[in-house]
């Protein structure tokens, strides 16, 4: 385990929050040197603290309405690796988390519609070998902030 610094904590916040901000404008926030924090931001990144950087897109924007948290209980009899793999292939699916408890899995998916949502439930998840059951749930708001450290 990397242990973090006052300053690496202070990178790592900065970057979760612009991803795209530059080595010197960190340094010039965080009253250092863009080199220091070259370093730091690489060391970071070699001992996998930092995974990679991204564009978070807003679905809403693409017409896609619906927000859906979808509870599965999978049947172990089958390989549980090939049934995330074959919701992880579906267009709509965001996030697939394996749980402990009642249901195996949630997904997150996005639809633009209730038909399309209806479509994706019993054309798509509901067909797979592995599929048990499912509880759906819609999401009225979704907050998401930064691990904090």
Known sequence: MLQLDDLDKK????????????????????????????????????????????????????????????LVEVDQQHDFDTFVEDLMAMDEVVEVVNLTGEYDVIIRIWTHDLAHLRDVLYNKISTLPAHVRTLSNMVLDHRQKHLGI
């Open 11 to 70: 990178i790592l916040e900065l970057l979760q929050k612009n991803g795209r901000a530059s080595h010197v404008e960190i340094a010039r926030q965080l009253k250092v040197g863009h080199t220091r924090v070259r370093d730091r931001i690489l060391r970071m990144e070699e001992a996998g603290v930092i995974t990679g950087y991204r564009a978070v897109i807003n679905p809403q924007v693409l017409g896609y309405g619906i927000h859906c948290a979808i």
